[in-house]
């Protein structure tokens, strides 16, 4: 469940203690209720793929084109952190190396890009690193990957190096079209402190690339 839902609850059953004059026992109901949903689903991490005011590929219609995966023009905004930047990095020459169809390179210049790496606050989303879009209609990459600055921590996964480059690396991934799934080991919906021992792109993982982005 997503934080801003059991802050609902919350808001909920405080509306309700107000109009029943705090039942202890429909207290501890609520209690135990949040309770519940925490071991339900444990830490965890979520990322979506809208941007607040922003309609533009809100959902999937399709893969990235294979003239656009050749030629992604990625540029790092100077709002993204240096461990951030890092991860970027190594993920673009994870995705360059996984398939002939797909190169990733660097530019210095915002207005030659077609894809921007941010870093600033996503209201709301307190429990999601990173949120990126899809590609668009037109076959156009997705053209944003923003890093949320105000994402909570204890309380989630923690960022380290490893997390960080799964992270770049499954954002990229919805850029040029991938859904979260359970085949390739960096696209799961959630992940977990656990995933810092993330070896990379498996060959399993390159499969499932080159079936969209042949080599
Ligand atoms: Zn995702």
Redesign the pocket.
Known sequence: MKLTNKLNVLVIACIAMVFTGCQKDEIKTVEEELLEIEQQEPTKL????HLNGDTKAATWSRYASHGDAKNVKYFIASSVSSAWSTATVKAAKAWSNSTNGIKMTRTFSKSSANLVIKEGPDPGWDSSP?V?EFPESNGKIGDEIRLNSTYVNPGNAALTTTTRYYIMT??M??VFGF??NNVMSF???NFTDADDTWGGMNATDKREIRTQFPN
Do not use: S
């Open positions: 979520q990322c979506h793929h990173a990126a499954h954002e991934g919805h859904q979260h696209m799961k919906y």
